[in-house]
Nanobody, 120 residues
Framework: QVQLVESGGGLVQPGGSLRLSCAASGDIFGINVMGWYRQAPGKQRDLVATIASGDSTNYEDSVKGRFTISRDNAKNTVYLQMNSLKPEDTAVYFC??????????????WGRGTQVTVSS
C-alpha cells in the first residue's frame, strides 16, 4: 500500500507565494519521476512540473520562472514552490509519483489534491 499526501494549499493574493508538499509513504523501494498536475473547474488535469530521480526538471510554459519543483529523497517528498501567483493558477493541485514497490513493480500513484486559490 502506498499513499501520497499533499499539503500547503490555500488562499493567496495575486503576486503572492505558496509552497506545496507531497509526502509518499508505505511499501516504497524507490521513487522514479515525481510531479505536480493541476485541474481548474471545468478543465482537464494538466501537467505543471516534473522532477526525475536524477533531479532533471520539466515545466509547463506558463509556470517557467515562477514555480520551482524539488525533492527530498530521504523523506520521499516532492515540493512545489510557487511565486508570483496569478488568478489563472487557481486549481486543485495533484501530486504524482512513479514508485517501485518491494515486489519490484513500478506503478503510478496520485495524491487526493490540495486547493490553491489566487484571488484578491
Amino acid at each position: 500500500q502506498v499513499q501520497l499526501v499533499e499539503s500547503g494549499g490555500g488562499l493567496v493574493q495575486p503576486g503572492g507565494s505558496l509552497r506545496l508538499s507531497c509526502a509518499a509513504s508505505g511499501d516504497i523501494f524507490g521513487i522514479n519521476v515525481m510531479g505536480w498536475y493541476r485541474q481548474a473547474p471545468g478543465k482537464q488535469r494538466d501537467l505543471v512540473a516534473t522532477i526525475a530521480s536524477g533531479d532533471s526538471t520539466n515545466y509547463e510554459d506558463s509556470v517557467k520562472g515562477r514555480f520551482t519543483i524539488s525533492r527530498d529523497n530521504a523523506k520521499n517528498t516532492v515540493y512545489l514552490q510557487m511565486n508570483s501567483l496569478k488568478p489563472e493558477d487557481t486549481a486543485v493541485y495533484f501530486c504524482l509519483a512513479n514508485i517501485r514497490r518491494g515486489n519490484g513493480r513500478n506503478s503510478l500513484y496520485w495524491g487526493r489534491g490540495t486547493q490553491v486559490t489566487v484571488s484578491s
